[in-house]
């Protein structure tokens, strides 16, 4: 069972260059979302997509754009990497909207120099 | 105040301790808690679902207070494998399902 996966699951940046991290999942579930995780800052919800078709802002939004292509993927895009953007990346998924809790990938460690 | 709050630790124990981590929440509305697990440079894994009856699984009980708003998690008879992060989670059952995370309480159980 392949569950969410990410990809790369390293990558690093130079300022002002762009890249898109790929997440999919192959449980069927509705609701997808991308976190960001910093030392003492906990996990920070960017985005998410509660159904296919639909995207909105988390918390931390700035700076990152996403597509939900279909019902499996659900990508997040730099559009101008900065070194605040330095972090681990995890996608998750759910069915029930959350209600039973999230799948996570297993992250993208991005270094932006 | 912080919607999800816990203690960070870190929490050093000896194998076959008993450790209890709490934490509370801030919005009375939440449906649903969690437990979950995180190891070094891992994603987080879900350890267990919170019930209001309270919920046993081997060696890990989760108790849930809802007049308090507050959640624990006992490991009984830690083992060097119980070494990770503890984040205790939240669903406040909004339309977009969103899940609030604690930041964490490092737990290390050494022999």
């Known amino acids: 069972n392949a569950g969410v996966t990410q990809t790369p699951k390293f990558q690093v940046l130079k300022t002002g260059q762009s890249m898109t991290l790929q997440c999919a999942q192959d449980?069927?579930?509705?609701?997808m979302y991308w976190y960001r995780q910093d030392p003492g800052m906990g996990l920070r919800l960017i985005y998410y997509?509660?159904?296919?078709?639909?995207?909105d802002k988390g918390e931390v939004p700035n700076g990152y754009n996403v597509s939900r292509l279909n019902k499996r993927e659900f990508s997040l895009r730099l559009e101008s990497a900065a070194p605040s953007q330095t972090s681990v990346y995890f996608c998750?998924?759910?069915?029930?909207?959350?209600?039973?809790?999230?799948?996570f990938g297993s992250g993208t460690r991005l270094t932006v120099v | 105040r912080k919607e999800v709050e816990q203690d960070p630790g870190p929490f050093n124990v000896p194998e076959g301790a008993t450790v209890a981590f709490n934490c509370t929440y801030s919005?009375?509305?939440?449906?649903?808690f969690f437990w979950y697990r995180q190891d070094c440079r891992k994603e987080p894994k879900l350890l267990m679902s919170?019930?209001?009856s309270g919920n046993e699984d081997g060696r890990f009980t989760a108790q849930l207070n809802r007049a308090s708003q507050y959640i624990s998690l006992l490991i009984r008879d830690s083992k060097l494998s119980d070494s990770a992060t503890y984040l205790c989670?939240?669903?406040?059952?909004?339309?977009?399902?969103?899940?609030?995370f604690g930041q964490g309480t490092i737990l290390t159980v050494h022999p």
């Open positions: 997509s509660a159904s296919e078709g639909t995207t």
């Open positions: 998750a998924s759910s069915e029930s909207a959350g209600l039973y809790g999230y799948t």
């Open positions: 449980m069927n579930h509705n609701s």
């Open positions: 919005n009375s509305a939440s449906q649903s």
């Open positions: 919170v019930y209001s």
């Open positions: 989670v939240v669903f406040r059952g909004t339309s977009y399902g969103k899940l609030t």
